[in-house]
């Protein structure tokens, strides 16, 4: 059973939003999703959906394209994006949920979810260089759910976590100290599209992995997570190995000096 995350798949089925115009590689962008998903994620596999979810606007609009995301394989863990103005609060969207049987939806919103041997943490975020009064306080209070989805996390397990917005901005994040206090080695964002996505690599800061999943990002292909942190341990593996070997050497030569 394996870990997945996918962000913006931007459905509308029920209303009129074609996102081919944000390019050609969005055009027929669901049946892209559904072909990449069921190939790839199996139905005992958990796939985060990393916001920007439906254009909707409310539960009943997103109902279409929610019934899509449940036709595909595997439990889904559904994080909110700035476009997802259908989202409603926890209680009305179980409802809704238990309403049409989908029982493969969680909502990851002010908690921690626990799968796949994951604590899976995360919070919308929000755009990190924006200076203004209203933006700082939004600001806080992302990094206060932030902060509230970590401490819910299980203390012994690997903590990952999701925005939807990009958390850092030329090398600087209000979200880093959090990250860091909790010591999150994980991080996987959305949002960036065309070319600002094609320009965003993975990156690294301050012992943390960033991944930008967008569905254009990803070729509309949900990424293993699982698989980064089997590359994560094998690499920390190689560094502890090469550590042990530096100061067998370093000892050795003092034990002959002596
Ligand atoms: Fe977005
Ligand atoms: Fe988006």
């Known amino acids: 059973m394996a870990l997945y995350v996918l962000g913006d798949p931007h459905l509308s089925f029920s209303v009129d939003k074609p996102m081919d115009i944000f390019g050609a590689r969005w055009k027929n962008h669901a049946e892209k999703i559904k072909k990449n998903w069921n190939d790839t994620v199996g139905n005992e596999d958990t796939v985060v959906l990393a916001g920007d979810l439906s254009w909707g606007i409310s539960l009943e609009e997103a109902k279409e394209d929610l019934a899509f995301l449940h036709s595909l394989a595997g439990k889904k863990i ?20 238990d309403e049409n049987g989908w029982d493969d939806f969680y909502i990851l919103h002010n908690t921690s979810i626990f799968a796949e041997g994951f604590s899976l943490c995360g919070t919308r975020g929000w755009n990190v260089s924006e200076g203004g009064e209203q933006d700082q306080k939004i600001l806080r209070r992302e990094m206060q759910r932030l902060e509230h989805s970590l401490s819910a996390a299980k203390a012994d397990a690997e903590k990952i976590v999701f925005f939807h917005f990009p958390p850092m901005e030329n090398d600087a994040s209000p979200f880093l100290p959090i990250l860091k206090k909790y010591g999150v080695r994980l991080c996987y964002y959305g949002h960036l599209h065309g070319t600002k996505a094609l320009n965003t690599a993975s990156f690294e800061q301050d012992g943390i992995q960033f991944h930008l999943i967008s569905c254009d990002a990803v070729s509309f292909t949900p990424r293993c997570v699982s698989d980064d942190f089997q590359g994560l341990t094998a690499k920390n593996k190689q560094i502890s190995q090469k550590n042990h070997r530096f100061w067998r050497k370093l000892l050795s030569y003092f034990i002959r000096k002596s």
């Open 78 to 97: 559904l994080l909110r994006g700035n476009h997802d103005y259908w989202w409603e609060t926890h209680a009305k969207m179980q409802r809704f949920f």
